[in-house]
């Protein structure tokens, strides 16, 4: 399966918001509700920022939140703090005889 | 706490086989619902998908790379070994495991282990 699209980077200033989208097919973010999003940071593990589109995991910040639209799912970081400065990558369930499949990754510059 | 750890080797020569090891701690995996992937990320590209075992033993491997890839696990030691035969330069990444418990969601992941294939 093709990887999902993201756009390479996105930007914004300390206190404003940036969307970060996440495209697949029909087959994948459009035909499930099992959207996840990560946040790594150079030379560290990926971590566990959103799942199951709009759920967050115990300690990550309110500021980050999840949706979906047919076959597109947006990550959306309010109130951008310097350390939300990292690359972000979206991953989607793709139907019970596969993995799952990962986003192409965006970078995000806290300005 | 749950910690993960990937170990096996930092070189290996092209045509050999790879093996990696994930030890974990803070869960079973015999427990219902939990699965331990691997995904590896070529320095500067994106992450991949590469092989996931179920609590029930079930196996899903990409499809791309499905003939080269073997995942088994060791219940009794807290372990998930990935095993990748024919290794070539391409293969060279840093190489994660991950635990998790949602639909294609991984939870945990180790610090990843870099794997440099060259002769």
């Known amino acids: 399966q093709s990887a999902l699209t993201q756009p390479p980077s996105a930007s914004g200033s300390p206190g404003q918001s940036v969307t970060i989208s996440c495209t697949g097919t029909s087959s994948d973010v459009g035909g499930y509700n099992y959207v996840s999003w990560y946040q790594q940071h150079p030379g560290k593990a990926p971590k566990l920022m959103i799942y199951e589109v709009s759920k967050r995991p115990s300690g990550v910040p309110d500021r980050f939140s999840g949706s979906k639209s047919g076959n597109t799912a947006s990550l959306t970081v309010s109130g951008l703090q310097a350390e939300d400065e990292a690359d972000y990558y979206c991953?989607?369930?793709?139907?019970?005889?596969?993995?799952?499949?990962f986003g192409t990754g965006t970078k995000v510059t806290v300005l | 706490q749950i910690t993960l750890k990937e170990s096996g080797p930092t070189l290996v020569k092209p045509t050999q086989t790879l093996t990696l090891t994930c030890t974990f701690s803070g869960f079973s995996l015999s427990t219902s619902g939990v699965g331990v992937g691997w995904i590896r990320q070529p320095p500067g590209k994106a992450l991949e998908w590469l092989a996931l075992?179920?609590?029930?033993?079930?196996?899903r491997y990409s499809p791309s790379l499905k003939s080269r890839l073997t995942i088994t696990k060791d219940t009794s030691k807290n372990q998930v070994v990935l095993t990748m035969t024919n290794m070539d330069p391409v293969d060279t990444a840093t190489y994660y495991c991950a635990a998790g418990w949602g639909v294609a969601t991984h939870d945990y992941w180790g610090q990843g282990t870099l794997v440099t294939v060259s002769s």
């Open positions: 991953s989607s369930y793709a139907g019970s005889n596969n993995l799952g499949v």
């Open positions: 075992i179920y609590w029930d033993d079930d196996k």
